[in-house]
């Protein structure tokens, strides 16, 4: 597949890492490790199974962690909104569009990729 840093959906996502680490750190101190601690986890996945796939030795492979980054990018989504139906964040607005971004280009990369083996 090529060099995955050059993939703008795996540069999306280190963005998106990088926002909702920023944002966490807005958290209340008693959810340091609770709520806080998954959404790292999850978000950090995204751009890591993006890595992880492009780098296998199928197209197949690669669709399946693609597959998994989406599932990161449903987790972190819901996250945000417990978070912030418990006031922990105020406006997500901007990472709830970021994320809908990230999922259209994956799901374009997957789609690319599926025509692109049935030509």
Not at 4 to 29: G, H, R, S
Not at 83 to 107: D, G, V
Request: no cysteine.
């Amino acid at each position: 597949m090529g060099d995955y840093k050059e993939l703008n959906v795996w540069k999306e996502a280190i963005d998106l890492v990088e926002n909702i680490y920023k944002f966490i750190k807005t958290f209340p101190k008693e959810e340091a490790y609770a709520l806080s601690d998954q959404i790292r986890r999850a978000v950090v996945s995204i751009p890591s199974n993006i890595a992880e796939g492009s780098n296998r030795n199928t197209d197949k492979e690669f669709i399946q962690f693609l597959y998994i980054a989406l599932g990161s990018v449903s987790e972190v989504e819901t996250q945000l909104i417990i978070a912030n139906r418990l006031r922990y964040l105020n406006n997500i607005k901007n990472e709830l569009e970021h994320i809908t971004k990230i999922r259209k280009m994956i799901n374009g990369l997957i789609n690319s990729i599926k025509r692109k083996n049935n030509a």
